[in-house]
């Protein structure tokens, strides 16, 4: 499989990045590692023996940092892309539960959820894309802006971007997603850009965006490649 041991998402609510470091279970017969998989990051848990692996917090979302009592409860730090940083529970008989709720201006502001797509590079390879589309626009062809993220190791996923979320607010478009050269796919598609970034990874983005414009009417200019952009980052 080759998913990331770590956390490999890119996000503009934290200074600094850094993974968790594994720990053992209360029994010592298996060690709980963050994995990035496909623009998200959960908690896995390996067993010692090598026997299997088992997920203790999957699905779309970021946990960002995550803490073992004696009793072998977890404590996970978790954003989604429409909810910024909570903690959760994760009882020993892995039942799941949030146990803060530190965002209470959520309630007076208008919080828009991406839309995933998955677009095909010139050779095939499937890649990964988000469209947010404006939370209020007057406008029959709103904006769109292009999110680039550097690296070429980072990663966009399933995580809360206050930047994204502002420019939504304001009646724009983002677009944004991983090319090959992101982490969270395996090591080939990670490697993919070695020796020639710039090159195949700069095609896949203009086919995030491609796949961007086909899902939306936004107003346009043309660039050089003659694709709609209005703003590019």
């Given at each position: 499989?080759?998913?990331?041991?770590?956390?490999a998402?890119?996000?503009?609510?934290?200074?600094?990045?850094?993974?968790?470091?594994?720990?053992?279970?209360?029994?010592?017969r298996?060690?709980i590692?963050?994995?990035?998989?496909?623009?998200?990051?959960?908690?896995?848990a390996f067993?010692?023996?090598?026997?299997g692996?088992?997920?203790l917090?999957?699905?779309?979302?970021?946990?960002?940092?995550?803490?073992?009592?004696?009793?072998g409860?977890?404590?996970?730090?978790?954003?989604t892309?429409?909810?910024?940083?909570?903690?959760?529970?994760?009882?020993p008989?892995?039942?799941?539960?949030?146990?803060?709720?530190?965002n209470?201006?959520?309630?007076e502001k208008?919080?828009v959820?991406p839309?995933?797509?998955?677009?095909?590079?010139d050779d095939?390879?499937?890649?990964d894309?988000w469209?947010?589309a404006?939370?209020?626009?007057n406008e029959?062809h709103p904006?769109?802006?292009?999110?680039v993220?550097?690296?070429p190791?980072?990663?966009y996923g399933?995580t809360?971007?206050f930047?994204?979320q502002v420019?939504?607010?304001?009646?724009?478009?983002?677009?944004?997603?991983?090319?090959?050269?992101?982490?969270?796919y395996?090591h080939?598609?990670?490697?993919?850009a070695?020796?020639?970034?710039?090159?195949l990874d700069?095609?896949d983005?203009l086919?995030?965006?491609?796949?961007?414009?086909?899902?939306?009417n936004f107003?346009?200019?043309?660039?050089?490649?003659g694709?709609?952009?209005?703003?590019?980052?």
């Open positions: 499989m080759g998913r990331t041991a770590g956390d998402l890119a996000s503009d609510l934290r200074g600094g990045h850094a993974s968790a470091s594994p720990v053992w279970t209360a029994d010592d298996e060690i590692v963050q994995v990035s998989d496909e623009g998200s990051t959960g908690l896995r067993a010692r023996d090598g026997s692996t088992r997920t917090a999957g699905g779309e979302r970021h946990v960002f940092g995550f803490s073992r009592a004696n009793d409860t977890l404590a996970f730090a978790v954003s892309p429409t909810m910024p940083n909570e903690i959760g529970l994760i009882e008989y892995d039942g799941e539960r949030l146990i803060s709720s530190v209470p201006w959520l309630i208008i919080v959820a839309r995933r797509y998955r677009p095909r590079a095939g390879t499937i890649l894309g469209l947010m404006p939370a209020r626009s029959e904006p769109l802006v292009l999110e993220h550097g690296g190791h980072a990663a399933a809360f971007f930047e994204f420019l939504a607010a304001q009646g724009i478009a983002v677009a944004y997603g991983n090319p090959r050269g992101s982490q969270t395996g080939a598609y990670a490697n993919a070695l020796g020639d970034w710039g090159d700069a095609g983005v086919r995030i965006l491609d796949g961007a414009l086909g899902l939306g107003g346009h200019r043309a660039d050089r490649f694709r709609r952009i209005v703003a590019a980052s």
